[in-house]
């Protein structure tokens, strides 16, 4: 058993993976041979990510606010506080806060075996966030 009693400081999240202001929490990222990585992740109104994939799929639980969801070719779906979502390995998708309100949600993913947890795509399109 380990218990971490600190934590890295928070850190911005990077412009070429969100659109708008988002704010990484490393929670958990335990030595090998554990893949977890669990990140607190905080959006602020209309933020979100660029389309990504995660090689063993992630969990998304919302724990405060409202925000969006898509995967590729499904419709835009509202999440809120309390909410959990289930993404499937290599599943490409989106996901931030909602156009006005802040969301917060843990992000739980299991890296590869080349240790990557996410692979970036190109950003949301502007047309296609705001209609959502």
């Not at 405060?64 to 998708?93: F, N, S, Y």
Request: aromatic letters at 8%; a negative charge; charged letters at 20%.
């Amino acid at each position: 058993m380990h218990i971490t009693r600190t934590r890295p400081a928070s850190a911005q999240g990077p412009a070429e993976h969100f659109t708008g202001t988002v704010w990484l929490d490393e929670i958990a990222s335990p030595a090998a041979p554990s893949r977890l990585r669990m990140f607190s992740v905080h959006f602020a109104p209309g933020a979100h990510t660029a389309w990504h994939r995660h090689p063993h799929g992630q969990v998304l639980h919302v724990t405060e606010g409202k925000g969006l969801v898509q995967r590729d070719g499904g419709p835009v779906e509202p999440i809120r506080a309390g909410d959990t979502v289930w993404i499937e390995p290599g599943e490409r998708h989106w996901h931030g806060a909602a156009p006005r309100t802040f969301m917060t949600h843990l992000a739980v993913v299991e890296a590869g075996d080349d240790g990557t947890t996410a692979v970036w795509e190109e950003r949301v399109a502007d047309t296609a966030y705001p209609s959502a």
